[in-house]
């Protein structure tokens, strides 16, 4: 399976930058879809008010899906690759 990486960065409250990747199949051509998923993660860590557009999030590339993503991708339709401070 291919998948579609979006290169994402969104500032915390606190002024830190946050760098995650938004993994999905690369049959989902819709950003917003692909923001919706990022809202939801952001959502979970307790980052509801941080704004989640074109500007923060961007396609990036298409690469095979590696083992470690696949669960959550068919489960959810989508992954989270955490990269800069997303603790």
């Not at 999905?24 to 051509?29: G, L, R, S, T």
Request: contains cysteine; aromatic residues 12%; proline residues 1%.
């Amino acid at each position: 399976m291919k998948v579609a990486v979006w290169d994402t960065y969104v500032t915390r409250n606190d002024g830190v930058v946050m760098h995650f990747d938004i993994i999905v199949p690369d049959a989902v051509k819709d950003a917003e879809t692909v923001y919706t998923y990022g809202r939801t993660y952001l959502k979970n860590k307790n980052l509801k008010d941080i704004s989640l557009t074109s500007k923060e999030c961007t396609f990036c590339h298409v690469e095979s899906i590696r083992s470690s993503w696949k669960e959550a991708i068919e489960t959810h339709g989508y992954y989270i690759y955490e990269m800069e401070n997303c603790e």
